[in-house]
C-alpha cells in the first residue's frame, strides 16, 4: 500500500474490526459458564429515583463463591429495585431478598443448557463475523472510489488484498474466541 490516499481506510478498518472483536468478547462475558462473576449483571438496568441506571452504579456486586453472587444495595430502599431489575433482565436469575443482601444463587447447568448456551455464543460469533464482513464491503468501496479518484489499480489490488488478510486474521480472532467460550461451557 503505497497511495497515502489509501491509508485512512485501513485505520478504519483495523478501529472498525477492533471494536467488533471487543463487542463479542463484551457479549461472551455476559454469557455464564456456570461460574459466578459480576459482569454476569451488567444488562441489568435499576430504577433509581425515576432513570434506569447500572446495577453497579446503585450498589457493590461480589462472588462470595464459585456459584453465587451478592448484591449489596448503598440504600436499603433500593433493594426492590434491584431485585426487579434483575428479574426484568431475564438473565435466568432468580433474586432473593433477605432485607439487606440480594442473593443469587446459579444453578449448575445441565448438558442440554449448556448446548443451548453454546448455540448463543455461536450466534453472537456470527453475528460478529458479518459485522467484519461488512467493514470489509465497505472499506473495498472506499478502495474503489479512491481508484475512481486516481489511486493507481495496482496499489489498489494490493489493498484488497490486504484488506481480505486483515478481515480472515479478525474472523480467526472470533473463531478463536468462540472456540475458548465453548470449551469453557462445555467443561464439568
Keep these: 500500500m503505497s497511495d497515502p490516499r489509501l491509508k485512512p481506510l485501513f485505520d478504519h478498518l483495523k478501529e472498525a474490526m477492533d471494536h467488533a472483536v471487543d463487542h463479542a ?11 459466578a462473576h459480576p459482569s454476569m449483571l451488567d444488562a441489568v438496568k435499576v430504577d433509581y429515583y425515576g432513570s434506569l441506571v447500572p446495577i453497579s452504579q446503585v450498589g457493590n456486586i461480589n462472588t462470595p463463591d464459585a456459584r453465587s453472587i ?3 444495595p448503598w440504600e436499603k430502599n433500593v433493594l426492590q429495585a434491584i431485585e426487579k ?25 445441565t448438558e442440554e443448557r449448556r448446548k443451548e448456551i453454546v448455540k448463543r455464543v455461536k450466534h453472537e460469533a456470527e453475528f460478529a463475523k458479518v459485522a467484519i464482513r461488512n467493514i470489509r464491503k ?24 490486504q484488506v481480505q488478510k486483515t478481515t480472515d486474521s479478525y474472523i480467526k480472532k472470533i473463531d478463536d474466541l468462540t472456540a475458548a467460550k465453548e470449551a469453557d461451557l462445555m467443561h464439568v
Design 25 to 35: 468478547e463484551n457479549e461472551f462475558t455476559k454469557i455464564r459458564a456456570g461460574k
Design 70 to 72: 451478592t448484591v449489596q
Design 85 to 109: 431489575g434483575i428479574i426484568i433482565a431475564n438473565l435466568g436469575f432468580n433474586p432473593t431478598n433477605d432485607g439487606s443482601i440480594i442473593r443469587i444463587i446459579l444453578p449448575m447447568l
Design 138 to 161: 465497505e472499506v473495498n468501496e472506499g478502495i474503489k472510489k479512491a481508484q475512481k479518484d486516481g489511486v493507481p489499480e495496482d496499489d489498489a489490488k494490493v489493498a484488497e488484498q
